[in-house]
């Protein structure tokens, strides 16, 4: 057998203590509607960061840094945080190694997964093998086959896997991330406003529930032992309400506003009248949280505005104002005007 170890550093010594002290800030500033989530994922990143996650587990084996599942509808906010996360423990300009669990779904994902990282290519193992301190996130995987859950059980319980020419990955320098979407498995958020403490324990009960529904699902395709790991380390997300979608919808908005002046040192900014039909549009119907105020952003204003900066022309550094917006039969149209 061969182990390799890649030529990287090791985030977890690099990244100052203050960094983790102050992550449950920097993640709510990223991340909104996730209170509860955050600080349970701060919580877990602390002991990966102390080395305390596996104290009370046999030490035969070699398990990760650090590991959580992140459950939840899409667009709840489990890819920005995974993303911030990314941000506070490698910097900007750091990368994630992301595995589509649907990519996966076959009777040979298992001896798929195996082979490739056996090469020097793009397969997670081959990463892996370059960059043993690496943030691996397991996206969806409810949608892998049972072979390839089971090499994920490897990873998680052992640390390790090994390729089918007898080289070992090695996984506990990793801290790995997987994500799941299962019917349930994101409760609605208590009602904002006053909030009682019948309403909070009436909302832990639905989280509890959702935990179970998640613990089961991985006993019945995996294992028990594995369903008990999960069960330490499952953090809920909670639907998308509308404080939040308000702040998901300002934080996108000014993502594009930015954007532009940072290509086209155009400064363009709303009227209040625009700013609130934006808003009203934008952040209902919730279902599909941020997913559906990204959607409904471009179709109303995005694409509109796009049009308008290349049939009107601009100078550098001109000031500009979205002062009206309207839905007619061929679509959004906005009308800038000059300040």
Known sequence: MQYTCGPSENFWKTVHNKLVEGAEEFLNNRVFGQTHAIKRICSLLSQSY???THTIHSQKYSQPRGFFIL????????????????DLLLGTAGDLIMVNMSDYQDNDAGKHFLVNASIENGSVLAKVRRNP??????????????????????????????????TIIDFSGCLVICTIRLHGCCPDAYKQGKVTE???????????????????????????????????????????????????????????????????????????????????????????????????????????????????????????IISHISDSESGWEVTLSRV
Do not use: W
């Open 50 to 52: 102390l080395g305390l």
């Open 71 to 86: 459950a939840g509808h899409e667009g709840v906010g489990k890819t920005a945080l995974i993303h911030a996360l990314k």
């Open 133 to 166: 301190y690496s943030i691996v996130v397991f996206d969806n995987i409810e949608s892998a086959s049972r072979k390839v859950m089971h090499l994920l059980n490897l990873i998680i319980r052992e640390g390790e896997l090994q390729t089918e020419d007898g």
């Open 198 to 320: 019948e309403t909070i324990k009436e909302y832990q009960t639905k989280e509890q529930m959702a935990s179970e529904i998640i613990a089961q699902f991985f006993e019945e395709h995996m294992s028990f032992d594995f369903s008990q790991l999960v069960r330490g380390n499952t953090i809920i997300f909670r639907g998308i309400k509308d404080k939040a979608a308000k702040r998901i919808l300002d934080s996108m908005l000014n993502d594009v506003l930015k954007k532009i002046y940072a290509k086209y040192h155009l400064m363009v900014t709303l009227s209040p009248e625009v700013r609130t039909n934006v808003e009203n549009y934008c952040c209902q119907n919730l279902f599909r949280g941020g997913i559906s105020i990204n959607q409904r952003l471009e179709e109303m204003l995005v694409s509109p505005l796009s049009k308008q900066l290349i049939e009107e022309r601009f100078e550098p550094n001109e000031k500009v």
